[in-house]
């Protein structure tokens, strides 16, 4: 690979980590950390991102918006597919009965998930939709904030 695109692909990739941690999102960047975070009591949102152009431009945005409600997780997290390649594998070995895909979103109670945002649930769809996924599912596992 030449020197340009890799200096391009490193700026996708701080504007995609920036773009989801502005958001309020944590990263979780070893499989410790994710260890330590995904077996906690309470509910958490995991998002896997991804430099993935299209899906990713409808995830991290959604990602953002869906917190902009009455209930929420108490806890919302990141691992970064591609990047943080060990957390990322860490984290997707809680997300049972469901293939690796990114981006996308895993909501977890108690250290079980409990529902699932694959890829094909986002590429191709609007943000609101994504948005509406993310808010069904708060309102049915999350409390009020």
Known sequence: MNMDFN???NDVVRQARQEITAAGYEELKTPEEVEEVLTK???ILVMVNSVCGCAGGIARPAAAHSLHYD???EQIVTVFAGQDKEATEKARSFFTGYPP???SFALLKDGKLVTMIERHEIEG???MSVVTKLQNAFEQYCEEV
């Open 125 to 127: 769809h609007d943000p």
């Open 101 to 103: 895909s990114s981006p």
């Open 7 to 9: 200096l391009f692909m």
């Open 71 to 73: 209930k929420r997780p």
């Open 41 to 43: 009591t309470g509910t």
